[in-house]
């Protein structure tokens, strides 16, 4: 039931319609759904110009956040501190350093690619239901832009402080990639 919530209040942010979104993300169990949920709806309370209501949808995401242990966390956070950046500078730096630490203290037998799905099993049977709301992409590509517009040198610090290297090279190639255009 979750992830057909998660999936119909993510159909109600492909139109538009973020009210809606915020009752089904109230009612969902902390994990990943209602995470990547909250950061949806901040995305689109910032699209509208409502800053308190994306803050509050921001802080929604980072508290369930926090909750999780696994692989996509840091990727939330460094999403989180992207959708920031438009609004509040100094929290997107803090949540943006919070990422790194995750990236690096992320243990070894972790998978170096996350997988932004959930799988679904009933016996012999199972489907996989993707974790994709409109506008949200977790990647350094997307978060790192409006960061660096933020705060160039405190973002190029954090960057320079990732340890593994998968992670330094995506981040590295991301802010060449904004920093050139």
Known sequence: MTLIDFAEAAGSLENGEAA????VANKLPEGIERAVLWLGIARARTEQSDVVKASEAINA??????????AR?????LTAAGLLARFDPVLAQAILSEAIREFNSQKPELPPRVDWQQ???AGRLWRHFPLKVKGIEYSFEEALPPLLAADYQGTAAS???LKGEDQLAQAMLALTAALLK
Do not use: G, I, N, Q
């Open 20 to 23: 809606p979104a915020e009752e």
């Open 61 to 70: 995401a980072l508290a369930t956040t926090r909750k999780l242990y696994e």
């Open 73 to 77: 966390r840091p990727f939330l956070l």
């Open 119 to 121: 799988e679904v099993s």
């Open 159 to 161: 960057v320079l402080a």
